[in-house]
Protein backbone atom coordinates (compact mmCIF):
# COMPACT_ATOMS: atom_id res chain seq x y z
CA UNK A 1 0.00 0.00 0.00
CA UNK A 2 1.20 3.30 -0.84
CA UNK A 3 2.58 5.96 2.01
CA UNK A 4 0.35 8.81 1.53
CA UNK A 5 1.40 12.32 2.83
CA UNK A 6 -0.40 13.76 6.33
CA UNK A 7 -0.53 16.82 7.95
CA UNK A 8 2.26 17.52 10.03
CA UNK A 9 4.86 15.51 7.67
CA UNK A 10 6.29 19.21 6.17
CA UNK A 11 6.74 22.42 7.83
CA UNK A 12 7.03 24.76 5.26
CA UNK A 13 6.09 25.52 1.39
CA UNK A 14 9.61 24.31 0.12
CA UNK A 15 9.13 20.87 2.39
CA UNK A 16 5.46 20.57 0.84
CA UNK A 17 6.99 20.95 -2.98
CA UNK A 18 9.27 18.26 -2.19
CA UNK A 19 7.02 16.19 -0.91
CA UNK A 20 5.05 16.53 -4.68
CA UNK A 21 8.09 16.11 -6.61
CA UNK A 22 8.38 12.58 -4.59
CA UNK A 23 5.42 11.19 -5.68
CA UNK A 24 5.30 12.95 -9.56
CA UNK A 25 7.30 10.28 -11.08
CA UNK A 26 4.97 7.37 -10.05
CA UNK A 27 2.21 9.26 -11.33
CA UNK A 28 3.57 9.84 -14.65
CA UNK A 29 4.61 6.54 -14.89
CA UNK A 30 0.92 5.56 -14.40
CA UNK A 31 -0.63 8.26 -17.29
CA UNK A 32 1.57 6.50 -19.47
CA UNK A 33 -0.63 3.46 -19.25
CA UNK A 34 -3.58 5.21 -20.13
CA UNK A 35 -4.26 5.14 -23.65
CA UNK A 36 -5.60 8.80 -23.88
CA UNK A 37 -2.35 9.97 -22.58
CA UNK A 38 -0.21 7.62 -24.70
CA UNK A 39 -1.90 9.35 -27.63
CA UNK A 40 -0.73 12.35 -27.24
CA UNK A 41 2.95 13.62 -27.83
CA UNK A 42 5.33 14.82 -25.33
CA UNK A 43 4.18 12.53 -22.30
CA UNK A 44 6.04 14.26 -19.79
CA UNK A 45 8.59 12.62 -16.84
CA UNK A 46 9.26 15.29 -14.85
CA UNK A 47 7.95 18.41 -13.51
CA UNK A 48 9.48 20.80 -15.82
CA UNK A 49 7.85 18.82 -18.70
CA UNK A 50 4.54 18.75 -17.24
CA UNK A 51 4.67 22.68 -16.79
CA UNK A 52 4.34 22.88 -20.51
CA UNK A 53 2.26 19.85 -21.01
CA UNK A 54 -1.56 20.68 -22.51
CA UNK A 55 -3.84 21.20 -20.21
CA UNK A 56 -6.97 18.36 -19.85
CA UNK A 57 -10.57 19.23 -20.94
CA UNK A 58 -13.74 18.59 -19.52
CA UNK A 59 -14.16 17.48 -23.37
CA UNK A 60 -11.05 15.39 -23.47
CA UNK A 61 -12.84 13.10 -21.09
CA UNK A 62 -16.43 13.57 -22.58
CA UNK A 63 -14.93 12.09 -25.83
CA UNK A 64 -12.74 9.50 -23.86
CA UNK A 65 -15.67 8.08 -22.69
CA UNK A 66 -16.04 5.66 -21.01
CA UNK A 67 -12.51 4.24 -20.35
CA UNK A 68 -10.12 6.04 -22.61
CA UNK A 69 -8.28 7.34 -19.68
CA UNK A 70 -8.24 3.58 -17.73
CA UNK A 71 -4.16 2.78 -16.79
CA UNK A 72 -5.12 -0.54 -14.99
CA UNK A 73 -6.76 -3.91 -15.83
CA UNK A 74 -10.91 -3.01 -15.72
CA UNK A 75 -11.04 -5.75 -13.08
CA UNK A 76 -9.05 -3.76 -10.55
CA UNK A 77 -11.50 -1.19 -10.31
CA UNK A 78 -13.55 -0.94 -7.10
CA UNK A 79 -16.28 2.00 -8.77
CA UNK A 80 -17.39 3.98 -11.38
CA UNK A 81 -19.19 7.56 -11.49
CA UNK A 82 -20.16 10.13 -13.47
CA UNK A 83 -20.69 14.07 -12.87
CA UNK A 84 -23.73 15.65 -12.60
CA UNK A 85 -23.33 17.31 -16.38
CA UNK A 86 -23.94 20.61 -14.60
CA UNK A 87 -22.13 22.42 -17.95
CA UNK A 88 -23.08 19.85 -20.41
CA UNK A 89 -22.42 16.13 -21.01
CA UNK A 90 -21.64 14.24 -18.29
CA UNK A 91 -18.21 12.80 -17.96
CA UNK A 92 -16.74 9.33 -16.10
CA UNK A 93 -14.50 8.75 -13.44
CA UNK A 94 -13.30 5.52 -11.81
CA UNK A 95 -11.68 4.32 -9.17
CA UNK A 96 -9.48 1.59 -7.48
CA UNK A 97 -9.55 0.61 -3.96
CA UNK A 98 -6.36 2.31 -3.07
CA UNK A 99 -8.07 5.09 -5.24
CA UNK A 100 -10.63 5.24 -2.57
CA UNK A 101 -8.00 5.18 0.23
CA UNK A 102 -6.38 8.15 -0.88
CA UNK A 103 -9.93 9.32 -1.51
CA UNK A 104 -11.33 9.00 2.28
CA UNK A 105 -8.46 10.10 3.83
CA UNK A 106 -8.49 13.61 2.04
CA UNK A 107 -12.01 14.08 2.75
CA UNK A 108 -11.69 13.35 6.21
CA UNK A 109 -9.48 15.96 6.98
CA UNK A 110 -11.96 18.17 8.80
CA UNK A 111 -11.11 20.49 11.80
CA UNK A 112 -14.49 18.80 13.54
CA UNK A 113 -14.16 15.33 12.87
CA UNK A 114 -15.59 12.45 12.57
CA UNK A 115 -16.27 9.97 15.20
CA UNK A 116 -17.03 6.57 16.31
CA UNK A 117 -19.77 8.24 17.92
CA UNK A 118 -21.48 10.26 15.17
CA UNK A 119 -24.96 9.74 13.84
CA UNK A 120 -23.83 11.28 10.34
CA UNK A 121 -26.60 12.26 7.80
CA UNK A 122 -25.43 12.23 4.05
CA UNK A 123 -27.64 14.28 2.15
CA UNK A 124 -25.80 14.12 -1.42
CA UNK A 125 -27.04 11.89 -4.50
CA UNK A 126 -25.42 8.88 -4.16
CA UNK A 127 -26.32 7.80 -8.18
CA UNK A 128 -23.34 8.10 -10.41
CA UNK A 129 -21.42 11.16 -8.63
CA UNK A 130 -19.22 10.75 -6.01
CA UNK A 131 -20.46 12.89 -3.42
CA UNK A 132 -22.52 10.53 -1.37
CA UNK A 133 -20.43 7.83 -1.52
CA UNK A 134 -17.50 9.37 -0.88
CA UNK A 135 -18.84 10.54 2.76
CA UNK A 136 -20.56 7.09 3.41
CA UNK A 137 -17.04 5.82 3.01
CA UNK A 138 -15.17 7.96 5.20
CA UNK A 139 -17.85 8.22 7.80
CA UNK A 140 -17.66 4.50 8.28
CA UNK A 141 -13.66 4.02 8.03
CA UNK A 142 -13.89 6.14 11.38
CA UNK A 143 -17.20 3.61 12.58
CA UNK A 144 -19.29 6.57 12.31
CA UNK A 145 -23.17 5.23 12.23
CA UNK A 146 -24.41 6.47 8.35
CA UNK A 147 -27.74 7.75 7.20
CA UNK A 148 -28.01 7.98 3.76
CA UNK A 149 -30.38 10.33 3.48
CA UNK A 150 -29.70 10.91 -0.58
CA UNK A 151 -30.98 13.95 -1.95
CA UNK A 152 -33.31 14.56 -5.29
CA UNK A 153 -35.29 11.46 -4.12
CA UNK A 154 -39.05 10.80 -3.83
CA UNK A 155 -38.07 8.22 -0.65
CA UNK A 156 -36.51 11.43 1.85
CA UNK A 157 -38.47 14.40 1.31
CA UNK A 158 -37.39 17.16 3.59
CA UNK A 159 -40.07 16.49 6.24
CA UNK A 160 -38.52 13.05 6.71
CA UNK A 161 -35.07 14.78 6.77
CA UNK A 162 -36.33 16.81 9.58
CA UNK A 163 -37.33 13.92 11.58
CA UNK A 164 -34.43 11.86 11.10
CA UNK A 165 -32.34 14.87 12.21
CA UNK A 166 -34.92 15.47 15.29
CA UNK A 167 -35.80 11.68 15.96
CA UNK A 168 -32.03 9.99 15.24
CA UNK A 169 -30.12 13.08 17.46
CA UNK A 170 -27.56 13.55 14.13
CA UNK A 171 -24.26 14.67 15.27
CA UNK A 172 -23.27 15.94 11.52
CA UNK A 173 -24.53 16.03 8.56
CA UNK A 174 -23.14 16.27 4.58
CA UNK A 175 -24.93 18.75 2.28
CA UNK A 176 -24.88 21.70 -0.56
CA UNK A 177 -24.85 24.60 1.81
CA UNK A 178 -28.36 25.91 -0.02
CA UNK A 179 -29.73 22.28 1.64
CA UNK A 180 -29.05 23.19 5.05
CA UNK A 181 -31.08 26.65 4.81
CA UNK A 182 -34.19 24.64 3.84
CA UNK A 183 -33.92 22.26 6.54
CA UNK A 184 -34.37 24.87 8.60
CA UNK A 185 -37.36 26.24 6.72
CA UNK A 186 -38.61 22.50 6.99
CA UNK A 187 -38.03 22.26 10.70
CA UNK A 188 -39.50 25.35 11.53
CA UNK A 189 -42.54 24.62 9.18
CA UNK A 190 -42.94 21.24 11.93
CA UNK A 191 -42.89 23.76 14.80
CA UNK A 192 -39.44 23.13 15.42
CA UNK A 193 -36.31 25.56 16.22
CA UNK A 194 -33.38 24.87 14.18
CA UNK A 195 -31.48 26.36 16.68
CA UNK A 196 -32.24 25.00 19.25
CA UNK A 197 -34.49 21.69 19.09
CA UNK A 198 -31.77 19.69 17.51
CA UNK A 199 -29.13 19.51 20.78
CA UNK A 200 -26.62 16.96 19.32
CA UNK A 201 -26.03 18.56 15.72
CA UNK A 202 -22.43 19.76 16.25
CA UNK A 203 -21.29 20.49 12.92
CA UNK A 204 -22.77 20.84 9.15
CA UNK A 205 -20.43 20.01 6.11
CA UNK A 206 -21.15 21.08 3.61
CA UNK A 207 -19.88 21.29 -0.58
CA UNK A 208 -20.87 21.48 -3.80
CA UNK A 209 -21.87 25.30 -4.72
CA UNK A 210 -19.42 28.49 -3.18
CA UNK A 211 -20.55 29.75 -0.16
CA UNK A 212 -20.23 33.68 0.75
CA UNK A 213 -18.92 34.84 4.00
CA UNK A 214 -22.72 36.17 4.66
CA UNK A 215 -24.37 32.70 3.83
CA UNK A 216 -21.61 30.93 5.78
CA UNK A 217 -22.27 33.40 9.01
CA UNK A 218 -26.52 33.06 8.46
CA UNK A 219 -26.20 29.20 8.32
CA UNK A 220 -24.43 29.29 11.52
CA UNK A 221 -26.37 31.93 13.38
CA UNK A 222 -29.37 29.51 12.54
CA UNK A 223 -27.99 26.21 13.38
CA UNK A 224 -25.57 27.76 15.83
CA UNK A 225 -23.17 25.29 14.89
CA UNK A 226 -20.18 25.71 12.41
CA UNK A 227 -20.01 25.13 9.25
CA UNK A 228 -17.61 23.15 7.86
CA UNK A 229 -16.58 23.51 3.99
CA UNK A 230 -15.58 20.72 1.69
CA UNK A 231 -14.10 21.44 -2.21
CA UNK A 232 -13.77 19.25 -4.66
CA UNK A 233 -15.31 17.12 -8.04
CA UNK A 234 -16.13 13.58 -8.62
CA UNK A 235 -12.79 13.33 -11.47
CA UNK A 236 -11.00 14.16 -8.44
CA UNK A 237 -12.16 13.77 -5.07
CA UNK A 238 -12.13 16.32 -2.35
CA UNK A 239 -9.40 18.93 -3.43
CA UNK A 240 -9.79 21.63 -0.28
CA UNK A 241 -11.15 21.55 3.25
CA UNK A 242 -11.66 24.47 5.96
CA UNK A 243 -9.59 24.68 8.66
CA UNK A 244 -10.27 25.99 12.03
CA UNK A 245 -9.66 30.27 10.91
CA UNK A 246 -12.19 29.76 8.39
CA UNK A 247 -9.93 29.17 5.67
CA UNK A 248 -10.74 26.63 3.07
CA UNK A 249 -6.83 24.76 2.06
CA UNK A 250 -6.18 22.76 -1.00
CA UNK A 251 -4.58 19.47 -0.40
CA UNK A 252 -1.19 20.44 -2.27
CA UNK A 253 0.39 17.55 -0.80
CA UNK A 254 -2.20 14.92 -2.45
CA UNK A 255 -2.40 17.20 -6.08
CA UNK A 256 -0.24 19.62 -7.63
CA UNK A 257 -2.73 23.05 -8.47
CA UNK A 258 -2.24 25.79 -11.23
CA UNK A 259 -4.28 28.90 -11.77
CA UNK A 260 -5.30 28.74 -15.71
CA UNK A 261 -5.81 32.73 -16.75
CA UNK A 262 -8.17 31.75 -20.16
CA UNK A 263 -7.45 35.29 -20.88
CA UNK A 264 -3.64 34.93 -21.88
CA UNK A 265 -3.87 31.20 -22.13
CA UNK A 266 -1.21 31.36 -19.23
CA UNK A 267 -1.09 29.19 -15.81
CA UNK A 268 0.18 30.64 -12.73
CA UNK A 269 0.70 29.13 -9.03
CA UNK A 270 -1.90 31.72 -7.69
CA UNK A 271 -4.07 34.45 -7.99
CA UNK A 272 -7.75 34.42 -10.02
CA UNK A 273 -8.23 32.14 -13.24
CA UNK A 274 -9.47 28.42 -13.40
CA UNK A 275 -7.91 25.56 -11.03
CA UNK A 276 -5.99 23.24 -12.71
CA UNK A 277 -5.39 20.05 -10.94
CA UNK A 278 -2.85 16.88 -11.63
CA UNK A 279 -4.18 14.22 -8.33
CA UNK A 280 -0.89 12.49 -7.43
CA UNK A 281 -2.43 9.40 -6.04
CA UNK A 282 -4.44 8.65 -9.17
CA UNK A 283 -4.20 4.71 -10.30
CA UNK A 284 -7.38 3.90 -12.26
CA UNK A 285 -7.71 7.46 -14.13
CA UNK A 286 -4.32 9.67 -13.76
CA UNK A 287 -5.35 13.23 -14.75
CA UNK A 288 -2.05 15.35 -15.67
CA UNK A 289 -3.12 19.40 -15.38
CA UNK A 290 -6.88 18.95 -15.90
CA UNK A 291 -9.04 22.35 -15.41
CA UNK A 292 -12.02 21.80 -13.22
CA UNK A 293 -12.69 25.08 -15.44
CA UNK A 294 -13.93 26.70 -12.02
CA UNK A 295 -12.83 30.37 -11.11
CA UNK A 296 -11.25 30.23 -8.06
CA UNK A 297 -8.49 32.50 -6.39
CA UNK A 298 -5.84 30.95 -5.01
CA UNK A 299 -3.33 32.54 -1.98
CA UNK A 300 -0.23 31.46 -0.63
CA UNK A 301 -0.65 33.94 2.40
CA UNK A 302 0.07 31.97 5.92
CA UNK A 303 -2.35 30.91 7.67
CA UNK A 304 -2.38 30.63 11.56
CA UNK A 305 -3.70 27.31 11.37
CA UNK A 306 0.08 25.82 10.37
CA UNK A 307 -1.11 23.56 8.31
CA UNK A 308 1.39 25.28 5.38
CA UNK A 309 -0.99 24.67 2.37
CA UNK A 310 -2.32 27.54 -0.27
CA UNK A 311 -5.65 28.82 -0.16
CA UNK A 312 -8.35 29.38 -2.13
CA UNK A 313 -11.45 30.84 -2.52
CA UNK A 314 -14.23 29.03 -4.98
CA UNK A 315 -15.96 31.31 -6.71
CA UNK A 316 -17.68 28.77 -9.05
CA UNK A 317 -18.77 28.57 -12.71
CA UNK A 318 -20.87 31.94 -12.59
CA UNK A 319 -18.08 33.99 -10.96
CA UNK A 320 -18.62 36.16 -14.43
CA UNK A 321 -21.10 38.98 -13.84
CA UNK A 322 -24.15 40.37 -15.78
CA UNK A 323 -24.07 43.64 -16.69
CA UNK A 324 -26.71 45.96 -15.09
CA UNK A 325 -26.91 49.25 -16.67
CA UNK A 326 -23.12 50.55 -16.03
CA UNK A 327 -22.88 47.75 -13.41
CA UNK A 328 -21.64 44.22 -12.63
CA UNK A 329 -23.50 41.92 -10.87
CA UNK A 330 -22.43 38.85 -9.64
CA UNK A 331 -24.17 36.05 -7.42
CA UNK A 332 -21.32 36.13 -5.02
CA UNK A 333 -21.35 39.85 -4.03
CA UNK A 334 -25.22 39.99 -4.16
CA UNK A 335 -25.50 36.98 -2.09
CA UNK A 336 -23.68 38.48 0.63
CA UNK A 337 -26.04 41.74 0.46
CA UNK A 338 -29.02 39.25 1.03
CA UNK A 339 -27.68 37.60 3.78
CA UNK A 340 -26.30 40.93 5.53
CA UNK A 341 -30.40 41.52 5.99
CA UNK A 342 -30.77 41.28 9.94
CA UNK A 343 -31.36 37.91 11.37
CA UNK A 344 -35.22 38.35 12.81
CA UNK A 345 -35.92 39.27 8.77
CA UNK A 346 -35.90 35.53 8.60
CA UNK A 347 -34.74 35.83 4.89
CA UNK A 348 -33.71 32.48 3.46
CA UNK A 349 -34.44 31.80 -0.29
CA UNK A 350 -34.49 34.88 -3.11
CA UNK A 351 -33.87 35.09 -6.50
CA UNK A 352 -32.86 37.72 -8.82
CA UNK A 353 -32.96 38.86 -12.59
CA UNK A 354 -30.56 41.08 -14.45
CA UNK A 355 -31.92 43.15 -16.82
CA UNK A 356 -30.52 45.67 -19.11
CA UNK A 357 -31.38 48.64 -17.02
CA UNK A 358 -32.41 47.13 -13.52
CA UNK A 359 -31.61 44.16 -11.30
CA UNK A 360 -34.86 42.51 -10.15
CA UNK A 361 -34.79 41.29 -6.74
CA UNK A 362 -37.31 38.33 -4.68
CA UNK A 363 -37.09 37.31 -1.55
CA UNK A 364 -39.01 35.71 1.25
CA UNK A 365 -40.40 37.38 3.89
CA UNK A 366 -43.09 37.77 6.66
CA UNK A 367 -45.03 40.74 6.20
CA UNK A 368 -44.04 42.07 9.58
CA UNK A 369 -40.72 42.49 8.02
CA UNK A 370 -41.40 43.18 4.27
CA UNK A 371 -40.86 47.27 3.84
CA UNK A 372 -37.87 46.91 6.52
CA UNK A 373 -36.18 44.42 4.11
CA UNK A 374 -36.92 45.81 1.12
CA UNK A 375 -35.86 48.91 1.99
CA UNK A 376 -32.19 47.61 3.08
CA UNK A 377 -31.28 45.60 0.69
CA UNK A 378 -31.92 48.31 -2.21
CA UNK A 379 -29.22 50.59 -0.07
CA UNK A 380 -27.36 47.22 0.10
CA UNK A 381 -27.09 46.57 -3.27
CA UNK A 382 -27.32 50.28 -4.89
CA UNK A 383 -24.34 50.56 -2.43
CA UNK A 384 -21.72 47.59 -3.19
CA UNK A 385 -22.96 47.44 -6.91
CA UNK A 386 -23.91 50.73 -7.98
CA UNK A 387 -27.01 49.33 -9.88
CA UNK A 388 -30.38 49.97 -10.17
CA UNK A 389 -32.39 47.82 -8.72
CA UNK A 390 -36.52 46.54 -7.84
CA UNK A 391 -36.61 45.00 -4.26
CA UNK A 392 -39.69 42.97 -3.54
CA UNK A 393 -40.55 40.44 -1.21
CA UNK A 394 -43.08 37.99 -1.33
CA UNK A 395 -44.61 35.90 1.52
CA UNK A 396 -42.96 32.85 2.82
CA UNK A 397 -43.53 29.73 0.40
CA UNK A 398 -43.86 31.62 -2.97
CA UNK A 399 -40.04 30.96 -3.61
CA UNK A 400 -40.09 27.69 -1.96
CA UNK A 401 -43.61 25.91 -1.81
CA UNK A 402 -44.28 25.09 1.98
CA UNK A 403 -45.64 21.64 0.13
CA UNK A 404 -41.98 20.98 -0.81
CA UNK A 405 -41.06 21.11 2.99
CA UNK A 406 -43.81 19.17 4.84
CA UNK A 407 -45.23 17.08 1.82
CA UNK A 408 -44.60 13.27 2.08
CA UNK A 409 -44.47 11.17 -0.71
CA UNK A 410 -46.53 8.42 -1.44
CA UNK A 411 -43.44 5.81 -2.13
CA UNK A 412 -44.34 2.72 -3.16
CA UNK A 413 -42.92 -0.47 -5.06
CA UNK A 414 -44.11 -1.47 -8.94
CA UNK A 415 -46.61 -4.31 -8.68
CA UNK A 416 -48.65 -5.18 -11.80
CA UNK A 417 -51.98 -6.65 -10.29
CA UNK A 418 -54.63 -4.52 -8.64
CA UNK A 419 -57.98 -4.59 -6.79
CA UNK A 420 -60.99 -3.64 -8.75
CA UNK A 421 -60.96 -0.35 -6.57
CA UNK A 422 -57.71 0.58 -7.22
CA UNK A 423 -55.63 2.37 -9.84
CA UNK A 424 -54.02 0.35 -12.25
CA UNK A 425 -52.23 3.67 -13.91
CA UNK A 426 -49.92 3.37 -11.62
CA UNK A 427 -48.32 0.16 -12.89
CA UNK A 428 -44.94 -0.80 -12.95
CA UNK A 429 -44.29 2.82 -11.39
CA UNK A 430 -42.39 4.34 -8.87
CA UNK A 431 -43.66 7.06 -7.03
Known amino acids: MTKRPQLGDWHSLEELARVQDKHLPVLLSRAAHSP ?23 QDLREAYPFGLLAVEKERLATYHESSGTAGQPTASYYTQEDWADLT ?26 TGH ?10 ATVVPGD ?73 RVPVVEEYGSTETGSLAGQCEQGHLHLWADRAIFEVYRPETGETVPEGRGQLVVTPLFREAMPLLRYNLEDTVEVSYDDCPCGWNLPTVRVLGRTAFGYRVGEATVTQAVLEDIVYDLPLEHEVLFWRASAQPTVLRVEI ?43 GVHDVVKPRSLFAADEDWDKALLYY
Not at 134 to 143: D, E, T
Not at 153 to 167: E, I, T
Not at 182 to 197: I, K, M, N, Q, T
Request: net charge positive.
Open 151 to 223: NRSSAMPYSRVVRVLHDLDVTLTWSMATETLLWAAAARAAGYSPGHDFPKLRALYVGGDPLSPARRRRIEEIW
Open 364 to 406: EVGEEHRAGAEAALTQGIERRLGARCEVTGVPPGTLVPRQTLT
Open 134 to 143: LAHASARSYG
Open 105 to 130: ERYSRKWVPMTASDMFLVRTPYALMI
Open 36 to 58: FYRSRPGLPSTREELESFPLTTK
